[in-house]
């Protein structure tokens, strides 16, 4: 890749979930620290000259809005409204070459996993002591905290494994340290994110350390509130529940994705359970946590399912 001129005025546009913010939060960090000027998801072109998009490749409706966007920006880059245009991320990672082949007014595509290329790309220098520093672009009194990088599961409808690689969990102390920088920068909410954050230090550790990670965390003078998102059910850590309950900014609230119900589809899924396990764990939540509010996601139509399967997910 031919490096360009430095741009003078950049603008970042993410798209996707939170785990992609935070990956958006942390390269604009790197770019301010490069004296770039920068624009978070701007609405104008005219107050850019150079526009870089972090994609998401998931499923199809976000893989359509991430070339919605891109498009976007190639009309603007025809019309010489923009200079540059750089893509990133999931999409990026996943369809690369057909990308290249297809849109080729970007400039470059970068993988999730490339920052000090974009950097470099752009003519700044990647400063590593600067790892785990943010750009917050949420509202002040909230931020995501990512404690690991992709999937060891192999769930037969989700692709993630495939673009983000293997669980790699954070070292624990440097989880600690950002939440809290983040709360001397005035953050009074922390949502714990990864792809599977019950999984956490399994890798790392040969244990699983978020019921451990969760309290050092609500020991943290004013973090009010923190929020656990991702729990996967299968291996889920009973006294996780313990410490939801023993300590009052952890919230009453857990996202769990269940997917479905039914033995057959939960087997063709490869979700690692049963219809029974989930119904005890649902159980044993609620037991343990009666004012808990649980957030799922659902399935429906996967292949193979029957109007049986579907009604016995309904009820």
Known sequence: MKTKTKPHKIGLVSLGCAKNLVDSE???YQLEANHFELVFDPVDTC????AIINTCGFINDAKQESIDTILQFVAAKNNHQIENLYVMGCLSERYKTKLQEVIPEVDAFFGVNEFSKIIHHLG?????????????????????????????????FC????????HISRPFEEIIWEAKTLVNQGVR?????????????????????????????????????????????????????????AYPNICKYIDIPLQHINNRILRSMKRGTTSSKTRKLLDSIRNKIPE????TTLIVGFPGETDKDFRELIE
């Open 292 to 295: 808990i509010a649980i957030r």
């Open 159 to 166: 692709a993630i494994p495939a673009i983000r690689g293997p």
């Open 124 to 156: 700044g220098t990647y400063r590593t002591k600067l790892l785990g520093e943010r750009k917050l672009t949420t509202p002040s009194h909230y931020a995501y905290l990512k404690i690991a990088e992709g999937c060891d599961r192999q769930c037969a």
């Open 26 to 28: 942390k390269l604009m």
């Open 189 to 245: 909410e922390i949502n714990l994110i990864s792809q599977d954050t019950t999984y956490y230090g399994i890798d790392r550790y040969q244990k699983r350390r978020i019921p451990e990670l969760m309290e050092t965390l609500a020991k943290i003078p004013n973090l009010e509130w923190i929020r656990l998102h991702y729990t996967y059910p299968t291996g889920f850590p009973d006294e996780l529940l313990q410490v939801i309950n």
């Open 47 to 50: 107050e850019i000259d150079t």
